[in-house]
């Protein structure tokens, strides 16, 4: 269909996908650098930070290198990092640790709304000279005559849901460049197919990845204490299930409340929703939130595979930087200064070279890199289980990473077992109180939009085999670690059941394209302009 439409075809110099960190920092420097380049920068979302989500603390660093004016600005939230406190919880109290591993040492540095400051970011961006459209979903790489990347093609908009044109069909334009930067975060799907199609992890590990959700709170008032960082393992998962909480204390009695979920659980009955509402509710952390109202939720899925699952991050004619590539630093549970080193460092490169070749090695043995490759053994050592794990931290901290190895890196899905294969254990999860009552209720929070009309954008490649061997052999998964309710089993005509997508709840966390046992669930970019639109997350 797509082939036989005349679309119109804009011309620049760079293209970058995504308005996250990554992708606005590679913008701005690259306007610092070279002014008389055209660049423009496409972000999916409604408007640059809808889709933003993160912890998120932010080391200042590379940001100050980048936009030392960033101090004076007004971010919606940015709150001086205070103390540290670090638990380890059961079902009924915590035990707060006298030592806090370094990568957990906060003062110096911010706890930020991502969103607030991406959008401030595509303001110094556009006061540069870059062109930032909003709204604009890159559905489809483009490639020349050489198998190169050429750059995108916006998805059409106007779209019926059962492939038809519509009223108000407009098709999407091709925007063509030298380079395209691709930075769209965790599990991008234009990544995801050019990983495929240039075998960029042919020498990697497989991705390892998390779930990770956030609630703003607004508490009653004198309850918080601004600047406080909070984080917590143990309870409520098991020891041989990956997962961790963080309570971040903002001023104007606000809290971010959050909890991170390893996606390589093997459990098919695990509920990661439900083990981020059950810490929630734990004894030490209701007090703080019982009487406070939710302000904005979401989730998102984050890459924590480290430098072992770095696929290449060049091809001919495009880059992969920040969280796309995954550049997260798992033990220090922060990528936003990451992403801005990659994203700037990626500028610098071509404005010094003028291709994307060569910026791989670069990228590795630039501080960034070396940061990773520090710390690469401390979340696959979690795989063994929370003690072995906690052992290995602290022995690659004494050694500051210069153990002769490295641990291996196994893709999430495959870790999930068969419903006969594994003994669920005993929890301790109990009936909850405090809100949400549900994911639906949650999904009302990330105030997430899609026109009910609109083609589904979760494609899965085979529905039959949702009725059958997954309902046999996991018991459909799906239904349990979707955060947004999105998947669905619900009768069908014949007394048996199918498979139903809720569309429209989708968060864009990308857990579906990750988690999956089966690897048939395929997230596409929806109509530009879809999606949650978080709020000062």
């Known amino acids: 269909m797509s082939d036989a439409i005349e679309r119109d075809v804009m011309e620049y110099d760079v293209i970058v996908v995504g308005g996250g960190p990554a992708g606005l920092a590679s913008a701005i420097r690259l306007k610092q650098l070279k ?35 960033w101090r004076q600005a007004k971010l919606p939230i940015c709150v001086p990092a205070g103390r540290d406190e670090f638990r380890l919880m059961n079902a009924r109290s915590s035990y707060k640790l006298p030592y806090i591993p370094p990568s957990l040492h906060n003062v110096g540095n911010f706890i930020v709304s991502l969103g607030g400051l991406n959008a401030w970011l595509a303001e110094q961006a556009e006061a540069l000279g870059v062109d930032v459209f909003a709204g604009y979903a890159a559905a489809k790489v483009l490639f020349d005559e050489t198998g ?46 050019l990983i495929a199609h240039y075998k960029l992890d042919a020498d990697s590990d497989p991705q390892s990845y998390a779930l990770g959700f956030k609630e703003l709170w ?12 909070q984080h917590s393992f143990g309870w409520p998962v098991d020891s ?44 030490e952390v209701k007090p703080l939130l019982a009487g406070g109202e939710i302000v904005a939720a979401g989730a998102r899925s984050i890459a924590a595979g480290g430098w072992q699952s770095l696929p290449k991050m060049e091809m001919p004619g495009a880059l992969l930087v920040g969280d796309t590539a995954g550049t997260l630093n798992v033990p220090k549970i922060k990528g936003i ?41 401390v979340k696959p050592a979690f795989k063994r289980g929370l003690w072995v794990g906690l052992l290995n931290a602290g022995l690659e901290t004494v050694t500051a990473g210069k153990m002769p190895w490295t641990l291996k890196n196994t893709a999430s899905h495959a870790a999930l077992q068969r419903l006969d294969e594994f003994k669920s254990p005993n929890r301790d999860w109990e009936e909850r109180t405090l809100p949400p009552r549900d994911r639906l209720a949650s999904v009302f929070f990330a105030t997430t939009t899609h026109d009910e009309n609109q083609p589904i954008h979760l494609h ?31 009768p069908d005509e014949a ?26 669930i395929d997230w596409v970019t929806p109509e530009g302009g879809s999606g949650p639109n978080y709020q000062t997350l």
């Open 460 to 490: 899965v490649r085979d529905t039959t085999i949702c009725a059958t061997r997954c309902a046999q052999e996991f018991d459909n998964p799906c239904t349990r670690f979707c955060p947004a309710h999105v998947y669905e089993m619900v």
């Open 148 to 193: 190169a990347v050429a750059g995108v093609q916006i998805g059409d908009m106007g779209v019926e849901k059962n492939g038809e044109h519509g009223p108000n069909f407009t098709p999407g334009p091709e925007v063509r460049a030298g380079l395209t930067i691709l930075a769209e975060g965790c599990r991008g799907s234009l990544t995801k197919q």
């Open 218 to 229: 607004q508490l009653p008032a004198g309850r918080n204490e601004p600047g406080l960082i």
């Open 495 to 520: 007394g048996g059941k199918r498979l139903q997508i809720n569309a429209a709840n989708c968060v864009h966390c990308k857990a579906c394209d990750i988690k999956d046992p089966y690897q048939i």
């Open 337 to 377: 200064h990451q992403a801005i080193r990659c994203g700037a460092l990626a500028a610098e490169h071509f404005a010094a070279t003028g291709a994307a070749a060569g910026f791989d090695a670069r990228w590795r043995a630039s501080p960034g890199g070396l940061e990773l490759k520090k710390v690469r053994n």
């Open 240 to 283: 041989k299930t990956y997962g961790g909480s963080f309570l971040y204390h903002l001023d104007n009695d606000r809290v971010y409340v959050g909890y991170v979920a390893g996606l390589d659980y093997a459990d098919p009955r695990f509920r990661p929703f439900e083990a981020f509402q059950q810490f929630k509710n734990h004894p």
């Open 35 to 69: 002014p008389e380049l055209n660049v423009c920068l496409l972000e999916k979302g409604s408007q640059v930070g809808a889709h933003s989500l993160s912890g998120a603390v932010m080391e200042p660093g590379p940001l100050d290198e980048l936009l030392p004016e």
